[in-house]
């Protein structure tokens, strides 16, 4: 069983920086990866997707504001979140999986979130 668990989510101000990390419990050199939000009342999404190859993908909400990178030899991931904005609050979840298309990591794994606020 893969086991994912985040950190380093908080309160910020807007405009104000924070960086998530994910430690993955088992070699992560053939998985793709991804951060995905769920702010309360909407759906989850997507927020940032890398592949083995270090290949990204990202929502245009975040795209030049958040960058995703992998650690394989720590097993760990990380979004640097740069530029918050109040909508970007939301719990943050890292996941993991074997499946890409699209530009998008399809997970079979997940961590249990931690909790970004951005205020105005």
């Known amino acids: 069983q893969v086991q994912l668990v985040e950190s380093g989510g908080g309160s910020v101000q807007a405009g104000g920086s924070l960086r998530l990390s994910c430690v993955v419990s088992?070699?992560?050199?053939?998985?793709?990866m991804g951060w995905f939000r769920q702010a309360p009342g909407k759906e989850r999404e997507g927020v940032a997707h890398?592949?083995?190859?270090?290949?990204?993908d990202y929502a245009i909400s975040v795209k030049g504001r958040f960058v995703i990178s992998r650690d394989n030899a720590k097993n760990t991931l990380y979004l640097q979140m740069n530029s918050l904005k109040p909508e970007d609050t939301a719990m943050y979840y890292c996941?993991?999986?074997?499946?890409?298309?699209?530009?998008?990591?399809?997970?079979?794994?997940w961590g249990q979130g931690t909790q970004v606020t951005v205020s105005s």
């Open positions: 996941a993991a999986g074997l499946a890409w298309s699209d530009g998008t990591c399809h997970p079979t794994y």
């Open positions: 088992a070699y992560m050199y053939n998985y793709c």
């Open positions: 890398i592949k083995w190859d270090g290949s990204t």
